[in-house]
């Protein structure tokens, strides 16, 4: 039942919230500047305000099945809430396993409930575009939104606390394929 309504809720709105199931192990230390290749980016700098947030995603068609090479831009506020022009923005290509991920920090309230934008799309897909919202956030609002809201947990990485997270995003089929 679980997978039948995972997937109608995927094929309608494009965003499964997933366990974040993210070892310690696999979140860049704070001292790591470099992206670790075009599925990987790094935009949380030490000193910057708010929780060091590392996400983990992965894009597939609707039938589940991976999707190399997606292009996923993502736009988010700093963690004061305010948004730079070169700042917490960056445009990743997806792994061969469809995976990505982004080490940043969770945004600032700025409006509505925290979020970090997303725009989502393949050579052979249609587009995405769509908000991860986070479980949580006294401005979430449960009952319009909650079900699209991601769980953080905490883990401990070189002794400072990061929060983890996890999205599946499925984008739409071409018409005409």
């Known amino acids: 039942m679980y997978a039948i309504k995972r997937c109608l809720l995927a094929s309608i709105f494009g965003l499964l919230v997933l366990p974040a199931a993210v070892p310690a192990a ?21 000193g910057d305000p708010g929780e060091r947030l590392f996400l983990r995603g ?5 039938s589940g099945q991976p999707l190399a090479g ?38 600032g309230q700025y409006w509505g409930a925290k979020h970090i934008h997303l725009l989502v799309r393949h050579e052979s897909h249609g587009q995405l575009v769509t908000r991860i919202l986070f479980k949580g956030d006294p401005h979430l609002n449960e009952a319009r939104e909650g079900d699209f809201a991601i769980l953080l947990e905490e883990v401990r990485k070189d002794g400072e606390k990061v929060l983890v997270g996890g999205v599946e995003l499925v984008l739409p089929s071409n018409a005409g394929n």
């Open 26 to 46: 696999t979140v860049p230390s704070a001292a790591s500047g470099v992206t670790g290749g075009p599925a990987s980016v790094v935009l949380w700098q030490p």
């Open 58 to 62: 992965r894009v597939v068609d609707p």
């Open 70 to 107: 997606a292009l996923v831009a993502l736009r988010q506020a700093d963690g004061n809430g305010d948004y730079h022009d070169v700042r917490y923005r960056a445009t990743l290509q997806t792994a061969k396993d469809g995976s990505f991920s982004v080490s940043t920090v969770l945004p």
